[in-house]
């Protein structure tokens, strides 16, 4: 019998590692939840508001920019010579202010005396009221004139990198028209889907951990910011278990410290967590 015993323990020893680990890899499975998606980058248009001939680019494809760097310049003799314009005629309207400013003085001390009517008076005060709008009028056409002027001048509105340049010195280019498409390094997004049974064990909030395909194994970490509240398709971008004409729900997921290995499409692995602890000790 002992010779028996102790191979029969070390039997029942080993099934019951294996039971544990089987549970222990089970339960750790089932308290996480696993989505699929795509990056999701921004692209931005850049481009300048007043129409002009482009003079200067200063960025190419891939250079990356700081916020407040400056991207593209018009030619800007046009615009300062419309400021030129704008400011003698305030200028001249200025003066005419002056003039029937002291003719309405001089008529509203004499008003009743030395011939002076009670119309050359009014007339007077009408005078000066016209001119005092007129002034208001030159001076609001001299501040837009000098907001074109700035508006040569096309500046990086948050660090980023070119992805395009789509115009080259001497064009004409449109009020609106895109000089740049440009990428900035926030925010990033991943775009991923949750069938609806999943979706009853996401929240709004909930932390996620987020992986891509490069050969480097990079982990990033999200936060879950957007649930669709209607039902779409699977995406065939998506790689899912599921079928394909499986209705799912679209999550959005952004990543709170992106880097430049990510790329607008690229795939990605989403884990939530299941036993993640919200305010108030909800689950």
């Known amino acids: 019998m002992r010779q028996f015993l102790f191979p029969f323990l070390l039997f029942i020893f080993i099934v019951g590692s294996l039971i544990s ?20 980058v921004r692209q931005i248009q850049l481009g300048f508001r007043v129409l002009g001939r ?32 704008a400011k003698a005629k305030y200028e001249a309207t200025q003066v005419n202010l002056e003039i029937a400013t002291i003719l309405y003085e001089r008529r509203k001390k004499l008003l009743g005396k030395q011939g002076v009517t009670q119309e050359e008076y009014e007339n007077a005060e009408a005078l000066k009221d016209e001119m005092t709008a007129n002034l208001n ?11 074109d002027l700035r508006d040569t001048d096309l500046f990086s509105p948050i660090d ?26 926030q925010p990033v997004w991943i775009q991923a889907y949750a ?28 936060q879950l910011e957007f649930i669709s509240p209607t039902a779409e398709f699977t995406p065939k971008t998506i790689e899912v278990p599921q079928l394909r004409t499986e ?27 299941l036993n993640q602890k919200f305010k108030g000790g909800e689950k």
Do not use: C
Request: no cysteine.
């Open 21 to 40: 680990i089987n549970l222990y890899i089970r339960s750790r499975v089932s308290s996480a939840l696993i989505v699929y998606g795509n990056v999701d």
């Open 54 to 85: 482009l003079e200067r680019v200063h960025f190419e494809e891939g250079d990356r920019v700081k916020v407040g760097m400056l991207m593209a310049s018009l030619d800007k003799q046009p615009f300062l010579d419309l400021v030129e314009e």
């Open 137 to 147: 009028e030159a001076w609001a056409s001299l501040q837009s004139r000098l907001t």
């Open 160 to 185: 980023g990198f070119v992805f395009v340049r789509m115009n080259e010195p001497g064009a004409i280019i449109q009020a609106g028209q895109a000089v740049y498409t440009y990428i900035p390094y």
């Open 195 to 222: 069938t609806a049974e999943q979706l009853t064990h996401l929240k709004l909030g909930m932390n996620a951990t987020i992986t891509t395909d490069t050969p480097d194994g990079e982990t990033y970490e999200g």
């Open 247 to 273: 209705l799912v729900y679209a999550l959005r997921i952004i990543l709170l410290k992106p880097d430049e290995h990510l790329h607008d499409g690229m795939p990605a692995t989403v884990t939530f967590s």
